[in-house]
């Protein structure tokens, strides 16, 4: 609502309706969502003044005022009233003055029963005798000492302004009266020729008829009693606020000014005071005056974003959630969203780690088969080398053996070449068997022992050696020993040459 730059004010008597942008007044039908504004009648308004010491604080005004206005005042103790004030600081007799303004609930209520049908709400309701401050606030009206008149069907009354401040306001006779003594006086008119009758004749004598006569002495005579009243309170104000005199009168029925009215104030013995009426606005107004000022005034309030005087009980219902049980249910909403967004974010947590706890599971059986394998493998590499290990100790052996023999052999060069040939015979004879020795040991160049090693599969080639060897013609080969070691034959031979 506050973003929108218009308002909406409402008639309290005929709930018609004005839209405000802050410069243009247009009549409507339809109700809108606005920030809306209305008034007291002020017959409604019940007002008392009294005075305070200096010294007293402003912060026991509220109950003051209340107190005064039952005890002082007169109201009744059985109703319920909307109560306000304000303070008029002047210095005199060192006091302040306080003016408390009154209005009955129940008669608010049932003044309001058809307007707030239509608007559901009212969020300013001002106290009408205020409004004329906005001419002053959006410098329509330079500050002076001003009195405003206003007159109407139903309600009448005048408002003082010293230097664009409100100091009083006072009731006076309404249209409706008037109305009701010239019947007393046997002149019958109803409210709409009696508007007419102020808009074209008004106070000039020349715009009556000679059987008219009575009719003009009747008005002028209401008329001047009123300026009488005027006049009376102007004199109490400037003694009590202490102003020189009285520089405008601003003078109005709800249709606009009365004809004749300035020469009729002149006349009065007003000669020094300017005569206007209430058609002010920089775009001129054809009826309604006293709802636009208001509505003018309301605009002042909406944008200040003030509640100072607003005497409504009509207000806007706060929206659900700035109620107290909105406040409770929208907290308890937010608690259950982190409740459940904790619950929703562990169980997606404890959902995700379980996945991964079954996916790491499986890459665990998975790298366990694989070291499995692994182990296997190794166990399979394990066996390999020493299996190598062991053939590389029997070539070492073998490399030992034959070194063995280089060395006799180196021993026996330039020896008799029969003990060479006897070794060489006898070697042909191993590698053409692929057999291998353990030890050979030569006695003499006629006798030698040797170790013959061979595996389990290939035992016969020992015998078949054996053989070879008788028909080299060697004298005796004879086999002392055959062993078995780790699967291989081991066989020692001795070999006797011629």
């Known amino acids: 609502m506050a973003e929108n730059k218009s308002i909406q004010y409402i008639n309290p008597v005929d709930s018609s309706l004005i839209l405000y942008d802050g410069g243009n007044f247009v009549n409507t039908q339809k109700r809108q969502n606005l920030y809306t504004v209305s008034r007291i009648l002020y017959e409604c308004v019940i007002i008392y003044s009294f005075k305070i010491p200096l010294s007293q604080a402003n912060d026991d005004l509220n109950a003051l ?37 009154a209005i009955d609930i129940d008669t608010l209520k049932d003044n309001f029963k058809e307007p707030i049908k239509k608007v559901k709400y009212i969020d300013f309701l001002a106290l009408p005798f205020f409004a004329f401050s906005t001419f002053y606030k959006n410098k329509i009206l330079t500050a002076k000492n001003d009195i405003f008149v206003y007159i109407d069907e139903n309600e009448s009354f005048m408002s003082f302004y010293k230097n664009a401040t409100y100091i009083s306001t006072k009731s006076l006779i309404n249209l409706d009266e008037i109305i009701d003594k010239l019947n007393a006086q046997d002149i019958h008119l109803n409210i709409d020729e009696l508007y007419g009758l102020l808009e074209n004749k008004g106070l000039d004598s020349a715009n009556y008829a000679n059987e008219e006569a009575d009719l003009f002495n009747f008005m002028e005579s209401i008329f001047s009693d009123i300026l009488m009243k005027i006049q009376n309170v102007a004199l109490h104000n400037r ?47 054809e009826d309604n005056f006293l709802d636009k000022i208001v509505a003018s005034y309301g605009m002042d309030k909406f944008k200040e974003k003030s509640s100072e005087q607003n005497v409504t009980i009509f207000e806007r219902r706060p929206s659900f959630l700035k109620t107290q049980a909105g406040k409770l249910i929208t907290s308890a909403a937010v608690l259950l969203i982190i409740v459940f967004s904790i ?53 070492k052996l073998v490399l030992e053996n034959i070194k063995v023999s280089i060395d006799k052999l180196e021993k ?46 290939h035992r016969d080639k020992i015998a078949s050696f054996l053989r070879e060897l008788m028909q080299e013609g060697f004298l005796n080969v004879k086999t002392d020993e055959i062993r078995l070691n780790d699967k291989n034959y081991i066989s020692k031979i001795g070999i006797e040459r011629e």
């Open 65 to 101: 005022a209340e107190i005064k206005m039952y005890e002082e005042a007169g109201l009744d103790v059985n109703k319920n009233y909307k109560i306000t004030y304000i303070l008029k600081e002047f210095n005199f007799d060192d006091t302040n003055l306080v003016e408390a303004f």
């Open 239 to 285: 003694n009590v606020f202490e102003f020189e005199q009285i520089d405008r009168i601003f003078f109005s029925t709800k249709k606009g000014r009365i004809k004749g009215l300035k020469n009729f104030v002149l006349n009065f013995g007003m000669s020094d005071v300017e005569v206007l009426d209430f058609n002010l606005f920089k775009e001129k107004q």
């Open 343 to 395: 619950y929703f974010y562990l169980n997606n947590s404890i959902l995700n780690l379980k996945k991964e706890e079954s996916q790491l599971s499986s890459r665990y059986s998975a790298l366990q088969q694989s070291a499995n394998q692994y182990k296997a493998q190794i166990r399979q590499k394990n066996n390999e080398i020493i299996k190598v290990k062991a053939d590389i100790s029997k070539q």
């Open 412 to 457: 026996m060069r330039g020896v008799d070449n029969s003990y060479i040939s006897f070794l060489a015979k006898v070697n042909t004879l191993l590698q053409r068997y692929g057999l291998h020795t353990k030890s050979i040991k030569q006695i003499d160049k006629k006798y030698m022992d040797i170790e013959v090693i061979s595996s389990y599969q």
